[in-house]
């Protein structure tokens, strides 16, 4: 299979996905012509429905950017590739899903990760599972630059362990905590960031010692899953 194939046969979908009507987009004409909005209020939403289709079109094609790159840098895993039809039609389904978040998310770096995730899951072996992929790539649409950071530098403290043994022990992840980045300082943004990445999933709150006084003011510390340091290889470069 030469290394352009894949990306030849996504640009071909996306020319005939293309041609149909957008279905959300079609809604939101529908509805700013229901409302029949006098002039200027309708000709802004006009052009809001522009920017909308200009934004979606972009993002769509920032996408396909970093898709062909990422391709690109595995021409040895694509070309073994060849003569696995039923992966590669999987995968067609996870481009078009992965196309879908794209379009509706806001930032361009998210967008970034969904086309690593994507490329990653074409190259990976094992294959992983399509439902693992969907639902990094939705992991993906709602995690901050902030965010990934943090479970970068988890991952980072932690990851060598959790990838040897498939996790960390609740002593080893606590003592390692506090040679992070944040060190043992208490910091609400940073509370609320590993909160939302314990909600995915990907880390897990250690309980503290039994020995610790409940009235003390203790920053909450969190073990790395599997699940965290698997997003984080698939959606930064190595």
């Known amino acids: ?66 898709l062909k790159d990422e391709l690109r840098r595995h021409e040895a895993q694509l070309k073994a590739l060849s003569g696995q039809a039923d992966r590669i039609a999987e995968w067609w389904a996870l481009v078009q899903d992965g196309l879908k978040k794209a379009e509706q998310t806001r930032a361009k770096s998210r967008v970034t990760r969904i086309s690593r995730i994507l490329a990653k ?14 639902e990094m790539m939705r992991i993906a649409t709602e995690l901050s630059d902030y965010e990934i950071e943090l479970l970068g530098e988890l991952v980072r403290l932690e990851g060598e362990a959790v990838s040897a043994g498939g996790r960390i022990s609740r002593y080893d992840a606590w003592q390692r905590w506090t040679s992070g980045t944040w060190g043992d300082r208490l910091d609400a943004n940073i509370e609320s960031a590993f909160a939302k990445l314990e909600s995915f999933g990907l880390v897990s709150r250690i309980a503290p010692p039994n020995n610790y006084n409940i009235t003390a003011d203790l920053q909450s510390r969190y073990s790395l899953l599997k699940k965290g340091l698997d997003f984080i290889r698939f959606c930064r470069l190595p």
Do not use: C, Y
């Open 1 to 66: 299979m030469a290394i352009d194939d894949p990306i030849s046969a996504v640009e071909k979908h996306l020319e005939l996905e293309s041609q149909a009507t957008d279905p959300v987009f079609a809604q939101l004409a529908a509805f700013a012509e229901m409302l029949n909005l006098p002039w200027p209020v309708g000709a802004v939403a006009q052009k809001v429905l522009g920017r909308l289709a200009a934004d979606r079109a972009e993002k769509v094609e920032l996408t396909l950017s970093v």
């Open 121 to 134: 899951s074409l190259t990976d072996v094992p294959t992983p599972p399509a439902d693992d992929v969907e």
